[in-house]
C-alpha cells in the first residue's frame, strides 16, 4: 500500500536558519504529493503541492521538488521565521486530493 | 468565511457512552472525509463520502458510523466509546471529482478523551 515517511522531530533551529524536512514515499504508479502545516490549535492548512515528476511546488518561501528517482519530496525553506513554528506533514494521494495518506508530522520550533 | 466548522471543540466520554462529533460546510463541496491524529502516527482516515447519501470506509473505520443527508453536513458518531478511541479528530472537506488544484480544507479539530 501507499506509505510516507518523514523525518523525526522535534526539529529546533534559529531564526533565520536553512530548513529541510526530508519525506519520502511508497507509492505505485505516480501519486500527488502535498505538504500541509498545522499551526497551533487550528487544522491542516495545504502549504504546497506537485502532482508530477520534477515538479517544484512552492508558496511562502518554502519549496519543494517531486522526485521519483529517490521517491522523495523533501521541503525546504532558505531563512525561517519565529511564525514557520508548526507541525509540518508530507502526505500523498493517488487519486485526486481526496484520499490522502500523511506521514506523521515534523514539529518545527523556531526560537529569535 | 466559515469554512469547515467542528463542534463540539473538546469532550470528555466514559467508556460506553455515545456522541456524535458534527461536521459542516458552508463552501458546497461534494467530498467531506473523518481523519483522527495520534501522536507519533499522523492523521489516519477514517470514512469520506463523495456526496450526499454515499459514504465509504477509509483506514480505520471500526467503531465508528456516519451518513451524509445534505451535502453541508457529515457527522460522525460513536456508538459505544473506548479508550482507544481517544484521539484529535479532524473534518476535511473539497470540492473532489479528482480536482488537483481543489485542496482539502480542514476544521479545527475535536479533542476527544474517553475514560
Known amino acids: 500500500g501507499n506509505s510516507v515517511t518523514q523525518m523525526e522531530g522535534p526539529v529546533t533551529l534559529s531564526e533565520e536558519a536553512f530548513l529541510t524536512i526530508n519525506c519520502t514515499y511508497t507509492?505505485?504508479?505516480?501519486?500527488?504529493l502535498f505538504w500541509y502545516v498545522q499551526y497551533p490549535g487550528e487544522g491542516l492548512q495545504l502549504l504546497l503541492k506537485a502532482t508530477k515528476a520534477d515538479d517544484k511546488g512552492s508558496n511562502k518561501g518554502f519549496e519543494a521538488t517531486y522526485r521519483k528517482e529517490t521517491t522523495s519530496f523533501h521541503l525546504e525553506k532558505g531563512s525561517v521565521q519565529v511564525s514557520d513554528s508548526a507541525v509540518y506533514f508530507c502526505a500523498l494521494s493517488r487519486v485526486g486530493n481526496e484520499k490522502l495518506t500523511f506521514g506523521t508530522g515534523t514539529r518545527l520550533t523556531i526560537i529569535p | 468565511n466559515a469554512g469547515v466548522t467542528q463542534t463540539p471543540k473538546f469532550q470528555v466520554l466514559k467508556t460506553g457512552q455515545s456522541m456524535t462529533l458534527q461536521c459542516a460546510q458552508d463552501m458546497n463541496h461534494e467530498y467531506m472525509s473523518w481523519y483522527r491524529q495520534d501522536p507519533g502516527m499522523g492523521l489516519r482516515l477514517i470514512h469520506y463520502s463523495v456526496g450526499a447519501g454515499i459514504t465509504d470506509q477509509g483506514e480505520v473505520p471500526n467503531g465508528y458510523n456516519v451518513s451524509r443527508s445534505t451535502t453541508e453536513d457529515f457527522p460522525l458518531r460513536l456508538l459505544s466509546a473506548a479508550p482507544s478511541q481517544t484521539s484529535v479528530y479532524f473534518c476535511?472537506?473539497?470540492?473532489?471529482?479528482?480536482?488537483?488544484?481543489?485542496?482539502?480544507?480542514f476544521g479545527n479539530g475535536t479533542r476527544l478523551t474517553v475514560t
Open positions: 507509492a505505485t504508479g505516480y501519486p500527488s
Open positions: 476535511a472537506s473539497s470540492s473532489g471529482t479528482q480536482n488537483y488544484n481543489s485542496p482539502l480544507h
